[in-house]
């Protein structure tokens, strides 16, 4: 069974740093690009960062780019998203995903929520 | 990056009834879009890919279709547990984009 659990939302002010994680099982990670999608509060979805199978190549929506840093380590079935110079803005449910060729986004973990406030 | 645009933003309809949503793109995507539903405090659900693949386990009430620039997700008879949010998505470029999303709300 395919899951992805994420970790390491909550409080953090403005201007602080923040990193989730996603821990994936259930099939071969090393295989499959992945991607954050974040929801925040009342609003809509909003693809974040993406990253291919084997870590080589990064994505980033436009209004991340420079503050955010997704990665991942095959070794151990995690992808990360590193937050930097977070605003209120950036508060939401953050989704790990598994970005399946052609398909898009099959797979979701349950979210974890960064809050961005003072 | 491409614009995703959905219509309507809100739509009213009542058990049984069949419904369309329409989502257009600022530029021609091919047929790489996807359909997912979104229930308040749950993770979103993949529901059609490559504009009319049913993702498995999913009724065939849904339907896509679709090419280029515009698509749609037709439901046919509603039931009470389709009343949530849809998005569209395309995937045929980075940055992956979604459309603003249309709330289904039982009439």
């Known amino acids: 069974e395919v899951q992805l659990l994420e970790s390491g939302g909550g409080l953090v002010q403005p201007g602080g740093s923040r990193r989730v994680s996603c821990a994936a099982s259930?099939?071969?990670?090393?295989?499959?690009?992945m991607s954050w999608v974040r929801q925040a509060p009342g609003k809509g979805l909003e693809w974040v960062s993406g990253?291919?199978?084997?870590?080589?190549?990064?994505y980033y929506t436009d209004s991340v780019k420079g503050r955010f840093s997704i990665s991942r380590d095959n070794s151990k079935n995690t992808v990360y998203l590193q937050m930097n110079s977070l605003r209120a803005g950036d508060t939401a449910v953050y989704y790990c995903?598994?970005?399946?060729?052609?398909?898009?986004?099959?797979?979701w973990g349950q979210g974890t929520l960064v809050t961005v406030s003072s | 990056d491409i614009q995703m645009t959905q219509s309507p933003s809100t739509l009213s309809a009542s058990v049984g009834d069949g419904i369309t949503i329409t989502c257009r793109a600022s530029q021609n995507i091919s047929r790489w879009l996807a359909w997912y539903q979104v229930k308040p405090g749950k993770a979103p659900k993949l529901l059609i890919y490559r504009t009319s693949n049913l993702e498995t386990g999913v009724t065939s009430r849904f339907g896509g279709s679709g090419s280029g620039t515009e698509f749609t997700l037709t439901i046919s008879s509603l039931q009470p547990d389709d009343f949530a949010t849809y998005y569209c998505q395309q995937y045929n470029t980075y940055s992956y984009t979604f459309g603003q999303g249309t709330k289904l709300e039982i009439k």
């Open positions: 990253i291919s199978h084997s870590g080589g190549t990064t």
């Open positions: 995903v598994i970005d399946t060729s052609g398909v898009g986004f099959d797979y």
């Open positions: 259930g099939f071969t990670f090393s295989s499959y690009a």
